[in-house]
């Protein structure tokens, strides 16, 4: 009978302890919050458009509007805000209320990073400056060659001096004139292709630029991507006409008709050295029928044009040329 009380009593230690540990837990004191954060921002292009929600142009210069909203005071901290873009005005910023932490009579706003006091109140300030113009570019050292990638840049960082721990930034992507002309290009060549009634060849040939064109933008070579690209016809009704098989036998003819002549005219050369320069005239003429053929026919069969060419070519060394 002991022994079963002496369990009971156990049983309910435990409980209690448990229920005892559990409730410490939610009685944890909270994190405190963050002394500052960037309340709102608007980033405007310099013609005045609104490009929050968009993107930036390296190069391009822009307005940043933001609201530094200070929850506590913090005697012995200082908040910074700095910013990497370049300096277009006198000075970076502009203090549009009155902030007890911003000492106007002190404070230097003509440099990209600005120390104030930690008092509450909200701070509301407007920047200017342009992104780099290679701010997208790499340099391939030993090439005179630029690779080009979208970046974001850290328009405006806010930190918790002296130690300068980031509290919040303001981030934006960034593209250059090179990357907007290969997106621009690849939708307009993607669009024909989702409408082109062209032959399924030629349409497996565009897809597969494509996406070549795409290995090449994700590693860089941006601008020999979109070269790449324009191959592709600009409308369906410039992609080649597929010859039919019935069309291709007047090729077929004049090939073996050439053949022919080509054979009677290295036997003529043999026969009739006395007579050479006009032997030599004859062949010149015939290869330029074989070259002006070969171009038609390497829209048909490339390995047919190769072979031409290489008629041709043996034509112009018998005639001397």
Same mark, same amino acid.
């Given at each position: 009978?002991?022994?079963?009380?002496?369990?009971?009593?156990?049983?309910?230690?435990?409980?209690?302890?448990?229920?005892?540990?559990?409730?410490?837990?939610?009685?944890?004191?909270?994190?405190?919050?963050?002394?500052?954060?960037?309340?709102?921002?608007?980033?405007?292009?310099?013609?005045?458009?609104?490009?929050?929600?968009? $993107?930036?142009?390296?190069?391009?210069?822009?307005?940043?509007?933001?609201?530094?909203?200070? /929850?506590?005071?913090?005697?012995?901290?200082?908040?910074?805000?700095?910013?990497?873009? /370049?300096?277009?005005?006198?000075? $970076?910023?502009?203090?549009?209320?009155?902030?007890?932490?911003?000492?106007?009579?002190?404070?230097?706003?003509?440099?990209?990073?600005?120390?104030?006091?930690?008092?509450?109140?909200?701070?509301?300030?407007?920047?200017? /400056?342009?992104?780099?113009?290679?701010?997208?570019?790499?340099?391939?050292?030993?090439?005179?060659?630029?690779?080009?990638?979208?970046?974001?840049?850290?328009?405006?960082?806010?930190?918790? /001096?002296? *130690?300068?721990?980031?509290?919040?930034?303001?981030?934006?992507? @960034?593209?250059?004139?090179?990357?907007?002309?290969?997106?621009?290009?690849?939708?307009?060549?993607?669009?024909?292709?989702?409408?082109?009634?062209?032959?399924?060849?030629?349409?497996?040939l565009a897809t597969d630029i494509i996406a070549h064109a795409q290995i090449m933008y994700v590693k860089g070579?941006?601008?020999?991507?979109?070269?790449?690209?324009?191959?592709?016809?600009?409308?369906?009704?410039?992609?080649? @006409?597929?010859?039919?098989?019935?069309?291709?036998?007047?090729?077929?003819?004049?090939?073996?008709?050439?053949?022919?002549?080509?054979?009677?005219?290295?036997?003529?050369?043999?026969?009739?050295?006395?007579?050479?320069?006009?032997?030599?005239?004859?062949?010149?003429? *015939?290869?330029?029928?074989?070259?002006?053929?070969?171009?038609? @026919?390497?829209?048909?069969?490339?390995?047919?044009?190769?072979?031409?060419?290489?008629?041709? *070519?043996?034509? *112009?060394?018998?005639?001397?040329?």
């Amino acid at each position: 009978m002991k022994q079963k009380r002496f369990l009971t009593i156990l049983t309910l230690i435990s409980i209690v302890a448990i229920l005892s540990g559990t409730t410490t837990v939610y009685a944890q004191t909270p994190t405190p919050p963050t002394p500052a954060v960037i309340d709102t921002y608007t980033i405007k292009n310099i013609d005045g458009s609104d490009v929050t929600e968009d $993107y930036l142009m390296a190069g391009d210069t822009y307005e940043i509007s933001l609201e530094v909203n200070v /929850g506590v005071d913090l005697g012995n901290n200082t908040l910074i805000l700095s910013t990497p873009l /370049g300096k277009v005005e006198d000075v $970076y910023w502009h203090l549009e209320n009155d902030y007890p932490g911003i000492n106007t009579e002190t404070w230097q706003p003509g440099q990209s990073a600005i120390e104030f006091a930690v008092l509450e109140g909200i701070a509301q300030l407007t920047i200017t /400056g342009f992104v780099p113009s290679d701010y997208t570019w790499t340099e391939i050292e030993g090439y005179s060659y630029v690779l080009h990638a979208i970046r974001d840049v850290p328009l405006i960082k806010l930190s918790l /001096g002296p *130690e300068g721990t980031e509290l919040d930034r303001i981030s934006m992507e @960034v593209k250059d004139q090179a990357i907007i002309a290969y997106e621009q290009t690849l939708i307009e060549k993607d669009a024909l292709l989702k409408t082109t009634d062209a032959d399924p060849k030629y349409e497996k040939l565009a897809t597969d630029i494509i996406a070549h064109a795409q290995i090449m933008y994700v590693k860089g070579y941006v601008e020999d991507a979109t070269k790449l690209l324009n191959t592709i016809p600009d409308s369906s009704a410039d992609f080649p @006409v597929p010859v039919e098989e019935k069309t291709f036998l007047p090729y077929l003819i004049g090939i073996i008709a050439l053949a022919v002549l080509l054979i009677i005219f290295i036997a003529l050369l043999f026969k009739a050295r006395a007579n050479s320069s006009f032997i030599r005239q004859q062949v010149d003429e *015939e290869a330029g029928r074989l070259d002006v053929l070969s171009i038609r @026919v390497s829209k048909i069969d490339k390995q047919l044009a190769r072979d031409l060419e290489q008629v041709k *070519e043996q034509l *112009e060394r018998i005639s001397g040329r």
